[in-house]
């Protein structure tokens, strides 16, 4: 049987996916801790360390992205898939006949949603109860949960349900259009945001292959990086004894030895952090929604893992 990735990230997988990370995570961190604090095994707690924080994140952000684009690319097809049953519905085909005809149309990841619908009908389930299953299942998509709320509100009422998916699929067609032009819109400012996380990275390097050695050797005053006495070296400032935690990570890393490890460190930590909220936000500017933003973060983050592992 084929891999189904969007069957792995399933809503029937969700507590077990992200409570199953989170827990498998915390255990890795506590256990990274106790073994930080030991100086006999500080690297391989850090390091142990920053699996949890991966096991703890990065699934969670995967279910929630790849949901986010399923239901993205259903919302694309459910205009069509409406304007296509209350046409089915206007020809004289009853509501169950016209669901069912809707099995041999291609609307992508949505036919699986009409088919499990189909299957309710045959099993005698009335058609309302269908609608409403279906509009649960879907509840995730805002955009189809208010559709079949109005959908739902209009058969409890009496109303044209026919005129009401017409009149449903032009709005979120045209919704859908607007959507479009905006990321088209933003696009320029997802592409700032790119050269803004590279630019940091590229002045980053060039302070710690560049300005640190002029340090480290006396050429340069200290006092550029904080001491007020120019009497004091670099070497008399014990950076890591001041922040023990930025330097436990330069052995794992294979960063720099003594006081520049301190600076690398400092300066490849400043970066993740930076590639994380830049991707999110790009996510945020182009689809309203930070979800979209975890691949932006996830490729900003190993580009800058890779640039200070091999430039660094």
């Not at 079949?148 to 009496?158: H, M, Q, R, S, V």
């Not at 819109?185 to 630019?199: A, E, P, R, T």
Request: contains cysteine.
């Amino acid at each position: 049987m084929a891999f189904d990735i969007n069957t792995l990230f399933g809503h029937e997988n969700e507590k077990l996916i992200k409570h199953g990370s989170l827990i498998t995570g915390v255990i890795f961190i506590i256990f990274g801790l106790f073994l930080a604090f030991n100086s006999m095994f500080q690297s391989l707690g850090i390091i142990i360390l920053f699996i949890g924080a991966i096991v703890s994140v990065v699934p969670s952000a995967l279910y929630s992205y790849i949901n986010f684009s399923k239901y993205s690319r259903m919302e694309d097809q459910f205009p069509r898939f409406l304007r296509d049953f209350a046409e089915a519905k206007k020809s004289g085909m009853t509501f169950q006949d016209a669901l069912r005809s809707r099995m041999n149309t291609d609307y992508g990841e949505l036919n699986s949603e009409i088919a499990k619908s189909v299957h309710q009908l045959s099993w005698g389930m009335p058609f309302v109860q269908v609608m409403a299953s279906m509009a649960k299942r879907l509840k995730y998509s805002t955009v189809m949960k208010r559709s079949f709320t109005i959908i739902l509100e209009a058969f409890n009422a009496g109303g044209d349900v026919t005129e009401v998916m017409d009149d449903l699929s032009t709005d979120i067609k045209t919704i859908k259009e607007l959507h479009d032009e905006r990321k088209a819109d933003m696009s320029q400012q997802v592409v700032m945001m790119y050269f803004i996380s590279f630019l940091f990275l590229v002045i980053a390097l060039m302070m710690y292959n560049i300005m640190m050695p002029l340090v480290s050797s006396g050429l340069m005053d200290v006092s550029l990086f904080g001491a007020s006495d120019n009497s004091v070296s670099e070497s008399d400032i014990e950076y890591c004894s001041m922040v023990p935690f930025v330097c436990s990570i330069c052995v794992p890393f294979g960063f720099g030895e003594g006081q520049l490890c301190y600076f690398e460190a400092l300066f490849f930590l400043m970066a993740l952090i930076q590639a994380l909220t830049s991707g999110l936000m790009c996510g945020e500017i182009s689809e309203s929604s930070a979800a979209a933003g975890v691949k932006h973060a996830l490729f900003l983050s190993v580009v800058a893992f890779i640039v200070f592992i091999v430039f660094g």
